[in-house]
């Protein structure tokens, strides 16, 4: 087993996520380790049965190897899962129709119509948008303005929502999901503002009594435990992140065993 083979197993031995699974399997497969890689699939797909990209390098790693009717097997549920998902060609239409992108909606209609052919909807609308053809001012398909510039400065331009509408979804259940994620500062601050808001709800106030003690016993140790984990997370990807590396260096210069 050469240098580049081991490190590959290395990487499949210790659970990479899709993308890195179907990047090392593709790579393997180019120099020709087609039953690895047919093995690989096959544990992938127990974990990731949905995942499109690693069932098509099985059927491609089935017909080079000569097993046909595998390929076709899987080649099946690859198509099952395209024309789940070919609706998102009727959307994009229906977007570029909105937009005044005519030509754009005619080729995605063009495209999803020869999955659906029955659908009389989009059939109507492909008649309708026909560059060659003007549709009446009544039947106009409306422009709608698009907001420029990225969309998070559009929702930061928008007015602030009133404070009484803010203190509607304070509640104590917003509280216990700010301690449940160790921001146990936060869930005292939004106990507070439950008191405030209602002065007799006696279960609020016994526990932001509880929680101020918490903290001043040195029990609340969250973000203590965030931190590792987040620690730990951050060195992980670093390991990946160098694999992938790696894997795009010898994908230029070749190591033979």
Same mark, same amino acid.
Request: proline share 6%; charged share 30%.
């Given at each position: ?22 990047? &090392? ?88 119509? &020869? ?19 003007? =549709? ?33 979804? !304070? ?22 503002? !439950?008191?405030?808001?209602? =002065? ?16 001043? !016993? ?40």
């Amino acid at each position: 087993m050469g240098t580049s083979d081991v490190l590959y197993n290395q990487i499949l031995s210790n659970g990479p996520s899709p993308g890195t699974l179907f990047l &090392v399997l593709s790579r393997l497969k180019e120099e020709g380790h087609l039953k690895w890689v047919i093995q690989e699939c096959i544990k992938a797909l127990n974990i990731y049965p949905e995942d499109i990209n690693i069932r098509q390098l099985l059927a491609e790693s089935y017909f080079e190897t000569g097993l046909l009717s595998q390929a076709e097997a899987e080649l099946e549920k690859v198509t099952t899962q395209i024309n789940n998902l070919i609706s998102a060609y009727k959307l994009r239409a229906e977007i570029y129709a909105r937009q005044g992108r005519i030509e754009g909606a005619a080729q995605a209609l063009k495209v999803y119509l &020869v999955h659906r052919p029955e659908d009389q909807e989009s059939l109507d609308l492909l008649e309708r948008i026909k560059p060659s053809e003007k =549709p009446p001012a009544s039947e106009t398909i409306p422009v709608i303005e698009e907001v420029p510039g990225p969309a998070e400065k559009f929702f930061e331009e928008l007015p602030a929502a009133p404070e009484e509408e803010i203190a509607e979804i !304070v509640t104590p259940k917003l509280a216990e999901i700010y301690l449940d994620q160790g921001l146990i500062k936060e869930a005292i601050n939004t106990y507070k503002k !439950v008191i405030e808001q209602n =002065p007799k709800d006696e279960r609020s106030i016994k526990r932001l009594e509880e929680l101020k003690i918490m903290i001043e !016993v040195g029990e609340a140790v969250d973000d203590i435990d965030f931190d590792t984990a987040r620690s730990k997370k951050e060195k992980m990807i670093t390991i990946l992140e160098g694999w992938i590396d790696n894997i795009r260096e010898w994908s230029k210069h070749p190591i033979t065993a």
